[in-house]
Nanobody, 120 residues
Framework: QVQLVESGGGLVQPGGSLRLSCAVS????????MTWYRQAPGKERELVAG???????TYADSVKGRFTVSRDNAKNTAYLQMTNLKPEDTAVYYC??????????????WGQGTQVTVSS
C-alpha cells in the first residue's frame, strides 16, 4: 500500500515561517512529480507549487519569492518551505503526487491535508 503523509502545519505570526513535509509511505520506484495545493474556507482549491523528478519547480504568483519546494529523493519526501507568511496564506495545504509504483504502473495520490494558520 502507498500513502502520502503530510506534516508541519501550525499557527504562525505574519512574517513567520513554516516547513511542510509530504512523505511517501510504501514501496515505489520514483516520484514523477509532487504538487502542493491549498484551500481556504469558502474558496476553491488552488495550486501553490510543484516539483518534477528532474528538479524543475513552479509556483503560483501569490507565493513566488516566499515559498520554496524541494525534495529528498533518499527519503521519498518533498518539502514546502514557507517564509514571510501572510494572513491570506491561511488554508489547509494538501500534497498531491504522481508515483511510479512499478515499471508499468503510475498512480496519483493525495495527502490528508495540514492546517496552516497565519494570525497575529
Amino acid at each position: 500500500q502507498v500513502q502520502l503523509v503530510e506534516s508541519g502545519g501550525g499557527l504562525v505570526q505574519p512574517g513567520g515561517s513554516l516547513r511542510l513535509s509530504c512523505a511517501v509511505s510504501g514501496r515505489i520506484i520514483s516520484i514523477n512529480f509532487m504538487t502542493w495545493y491549498r484551500q481556504a474556507p469558502g474558496k476553491e482549491r488552488e495550486l501553490v507549487a510543484g516539483i518534477i523528478s528532474g528538479g524543475s519547480t513552479t509556483y503560483a504568483d501569490s507565493v513566488k519569492g516566499r515559498f520554496t519546494v524541494s525534495r529528498d529523493n533518499a527519503k521519498n519526501t518533498a518539502y514546502l518551505q514557507m517564509t514571510n507568511l501572510k494572513p491570506e496564506d491561511t488554508a489547509v495545504y494538501y500534497c498531491n503526487a504522481q508515483l511510479r509504483r512499478t515499471m508499468m504502473r503510475v498512480d496519483d495520490y493525495w495527502g490528508q491535508g495540514t492546517q496552516v494558520t497565519v494570525s497575529s
